[in-house]
């Protein structure tokens, strides 16, 4: 089959990739000159284990990288969005890119009135416009189906319209998308729901059908529960740490005892840290409150999920500098939001270093295995000092934080009494 995927970040370039590994013909799309030229050269923009080699393998043989859509979206059987939703000025998911990768599709399409036969029988095969970005429920339904008709199209005539939400953990996407444990293909036709799913055809993981606003929900229900359940244990520990003599670090542990968490796969969340970041569960969290919101909902809960996270620097910052005068030399080990990625986006580690700023703290020294060149190219004005030895950090400070679970630094911490191993005092 041939497949587009318009914008190559971690989803797109991961599926895209993905999917050339699968035997299909795929065209990747992607706007920003300098993304697009790394790719096309041979080199993933991002850290990902195992993608590196898949591109070497795949390009200009089963994946092409193009600046737009022109002769790739025309003979598509699926054009894949996945696109940056970031958060908007009020709160909820900005689909502006969403919309331009939709109305570039459309407008090379062709027009509705010549998709199908003069007898009015609708082609057998006609594209298939897949939202993979993070969108709010309701956004197929009230938003992308009418831009669609407004262009001319009927959706389940001209077009077919789905929902596939992605579940890949940065750091581990090339893993979960080859070895998914689910898809879930949100589509109001048999028609589209089968194209999907072919394009999934090689994939040993169950899909489920459901609609494009359960899809759309699915999303923003697993990733709003893991930042709840981040919160809620900062929460909790922050009032154990209030109440005192409380062994924070072993509670958690022997919480995660608990037979019921079986294989232990969701204990990284229900232990306290330095709150959640990265570039999902913030803005989705923001915008499956200001969604529910909108629809009349009260959202306490995900409120708190939110102020818990937002307080979380203040309250690291209380602990590290507790006794300290204004010369403390601070040394941050874990610039990364988490640990085996380069990624610093929204990462907690710069809010606590603001924070920090704010409260005087001149002297700030940061060590990363991985993220330190993307953290100094992001925050220029946080002024971080990173020697790039972690021996030389440690012994030029006073007190560290440590904020990423990068293996190398549990030598540093008790695991035994102290909140988390990502920072100490």
């Known amino acids: 089959m041939v497949v587009t995927v318009v914008g190559l970040g971690f989803v797109g370039l991961t599926a895209a990739l993905g999917f050339a590994v699968k035997g299909h013909e795929v065209y990747g799309i992607e706007k920003d000159d300098l993304r697009r030229e790394q790719i096309a050269g041979g080199h993933i923009p991002f850290y990902e284990p195992g993608m590196q080699e898949q591109l070497e393998r795949q390009l200009n043989r089963r994946l092409f990288i193009r600046a737009d859509q022109r002769g790739c979206a025309e003979k598509s059987d699926c054009v894949l969005y996945c696109v940056g939703t970031p ?84 750091g581990k996407s090339w893993e979960d998308f080859m070895q998914a444990d689910r898809l879930v293909i949100g589509a109001e036709t048999d028609r589209g729901f089968e194209t999907v799913s072919a394009v999934y055809r090689d994939f040993d993981a169950p899909a489920e059908r459901v609609s ?129 990625t380069d990624d610093v986006r929204d990462t907690p580690a710069a809010k606590l270093i603001a924070c920090l700023r704010k409260r005087g703290i001149t002297r700030i020294l940061a060590y990363d295995p991985m993220a330190e060149s993307e953290f100094l190219r992001h925050y220029k004005d946080l002024d971080v000092e990173c020697p790039g030895d972690l021996n030389r950090l440690i012994a030029d400070c006073d007190r560290l934080a440590i904020l990423t679970a990068w293996p190398e630094f549990r030598v540093f911490a008790d695991w035994e009494n102290v909140w988390d191993f990502r920072y100490l005092h």
């Open 87 to 170: 958060v908007g000025e009020d709160g909820g998911a900005d689909l502006a890119y969403l919309f331009a990768g939709l109305k570039e599709t459309l407008s090379l399409l062709p027009s509705g009135k010549s998709c199908f036969s003069e007898d009015n029988h609708y082609p057998e095969k006609v594209p298939v416009l897949v939202i993979k970005s993070t969108v709010p429920p309701g956004t197929m339904r009230d938003r992308v189906r009418p831009f669609v008709c407004a262009a001319g199209f009927v959706p389940g005539r001209d077009v077919e319209l789905a929902n596939n939400p992605e579940f890949l953990r940065e």
């Open 212 to 340: 494009p606003t359960t899809a759309e929900f699915i999303k923003y229900l697993s990733n709003s529960m893991l930042a709840a359940m981040i919160s809620y244990s900062n929460e909790m520990a922050n009032a154990a740490a209030q109440i005192g003599d409380v062994e924070i670090g072993r509670a958690f542990h022997i919480l995660h005892q608990d037979r019921r968490w079986e294989q232990n796969t969701m204990s990284s969340y229900v232990y306290p840290g330095c709150g959640y970041g990265g570039y999902c569960l913030p803005k989705d969290t923001q915008a499956m409150l200001c969604a529910g919101e909108r629809a009349g909902a009260d959202m306490p809960i995900l409120d708190a999920v939110i102020r818990t996270n937002q307080n979380m620097p203040e309250i690291l910052s209380d602990r590290l500098l507790a006794g300290a005068g204004y010369d403390v030399r601070i040394g941050i080990l874990g610039l990364a939001f988490k640990p085996f």
